[in-house]
């Protein structure tokens, strides 16, 4: 069997995560028909079936179960590939850092002032993402480095915590709930979040694929309104006192942490520093 291509593993993992060739073909902007060929020969040079065809439904097989997994690693990598020797041949390299914005303590600039000093130090470009865009930039070479919450769980990382803070809960000043100095996530039971999860879980519930991605701007306007209650750190609400929210401890409610990630199998003489710089100030 020869060598299976970027093209079809590509293919494979639309229609395995859509369970539907219609819809995967629309995602590929293609035409069914020869999605539906890719995959059966795809089939046949693999000698098992990948997919458990109905005309109702779509399902994978555990041959199928097994390749999705692989495959999304090994696409990863490809990408990771791409992107990393695209920075590495421009005329000035540059380290790139993932970050949700304001989302670093007050960290960063700190950071970037200490690494600068530092003689294997390259240029910083920072990428900021909304709210699970770190994990995915790392993974596909298109961030160097990631400061982002903990706790992260990916065996292709390494992960250093550099800083743990409460968190609070960003309220409408004209919530009833406003009125009192401190509260339980059962006061917050029938409350809703920015990506639609329900308060009492503390937000660590994963949240539904149709989750809205907002940013800071449409998320104070939706507290402020009283749609929804946000969790969020103590060093994000010192940047953004508005009149109209209150910010209120919730005292079962676990504490932020401040993670730095970087690929584990990073060599980047420029990332080891960023990260012994990061590690160094952390404390402090």
């Not at 093209?7 to 293609?30: D, I, K, N, P, S």
């Not at 695209?86 to 993932?98: D, E, W, Y």
């Not at 930039?137 to 903990?150: C, I, K, M, Y």
């Amino acid at each position: 069997m020869s060598d299976l291509e970027v093209r079809q593993l590509r293919y494979f993992v639309a229609v395995a995560e859509e369970l539907h060739f219609g819809r995967a073909a629309e995602r590929l902007a293609m035409a069914q028909p020869p999605l539906s060929r890719a995959i059966r020969e795809l089939e046949r040079r693999l000698g098992v079936p990948l997919f458990e065809r109905t005309t109702r439904q779509v399902t994978l097989t555990p041959a199928g179960e097994v390749l999705l997994r692989d495959a999304r690693t090994a696409l990863d990598a490809v990408s990771a590939a791409e992107h990393r020797a695209r920075n590495a041949g421009r005329p000035r390299p540059a380290l790139r850092v993932a970050l949700k914005a304001d989302y670093d303590a007050g960290l960063l600039p700190q950071i970037i002032s200490r690494y600068a000093r530092e003689p294997a130090a390259l240029p910083v470009e920072v990428s900021l993402g909304g709210r699970g865009d770190q994990l995915p930039a790392l993974r596909e070479g298109r961030a160097d480095v990631a400061l982002l919450p903990g706790p992260v769980e990916d065996a292709t990382l390494d992960v250093e915590p550099l800083l743990t803070e409460p968190r609070l809960v960003a309220l409408a000043v004209g919530d009833p709930l406003a009125a009192r100095s401190g509260l339980m996530l059962a006061d917050l039971a029938d409350r809703f979040l920015p990506d639609g999860t329900l308060a009492k879980s503390g937000g660590l519930e994963a949240p539904p694929p149709d989750a809205p991605k907002r940013d800071l701007a449409q998320i104070f306007s939706l507290v402020e309104l009283g749609e929804i209650v946000w969790f969020t750190p103590v060093s994000v609400t010192r940047l953004h006192a508005r009149p109209g929210i209150a910010y209120r401890p919730v005292l079962d409610l676990s504490p932020s942490t401040l993670v730095l990630a970087w690929p584990r199998d990073s060599r980047s003489p420029a990332v080891a520093a960023f990260v012994r710089v990061a590690t160094e100030l952390a404390p402090r």
